[in-house]
């Protein structure tokens, strides 16, 4: 049973970082996707960063291209998201999720939400302006 747990959230200035945890246990190396969403009130789950897990590739949303990174522990199982030159729109809360099956990019559309099988519970960023 894949289970996984977001940490790290908070409160930032900013221009400030922050970097997000996520515990994947019961997780084992697959063809499959993982990644972080953002959850704004009333405006559902946006794909924020990907990592598909067959090779290690990553994609980002354009909202946080250049100034997110999401990377993979094998080693300690987790999946972490770097957020730096943080902006007040990146506030919101950030889940985890992972799809054991099918690639980050599927059939053209890139992450979408309903496909993941497994998700945290979710970690909440709140930005100081």
């Known amino acids: 049973q894949v289970e996984m747990v977001e940490s790290g959230g908070g409160s930032a200035q900013a221009g400030g970082s922050l970097t997000l945890s996520c515990e994947t246990s019961g997780w084992r190396k697959s063809r499959g996707c993982m990644g972080w969403f953002r959850e704004v009130p009333g405006q559902g789950r946006e794909g924020v960063a990907s990592f598909d897990d067959r090779d290690g590739t990553t994609r980002y949303s354009d909202s946080v291209k250049g100034r997110f990174t999401i990377s993979r522990d094998n080693a300690k199982n987790t999946l972490d998201l770097q957020m730096n030159s943080l902006k007040a729109e990146d506030a919101g809360m950030y889940y985890c999720?992972?799809?054991?099956?099918?690639?980050?990019?599927?059939?053209?559309?890139?992450?979408?939400?309903?496909?993941?099988?497994?998700w945290g519970k979710g970690t909440l960023v709140t930005i100081d302006s």
């Open positions: 999720a992972a799809d054991s099956e099918l690639p980050c990019t599927y059939n053209s559309k890139w992450f979408p939400a309903h496909r993941m099988e497994y």
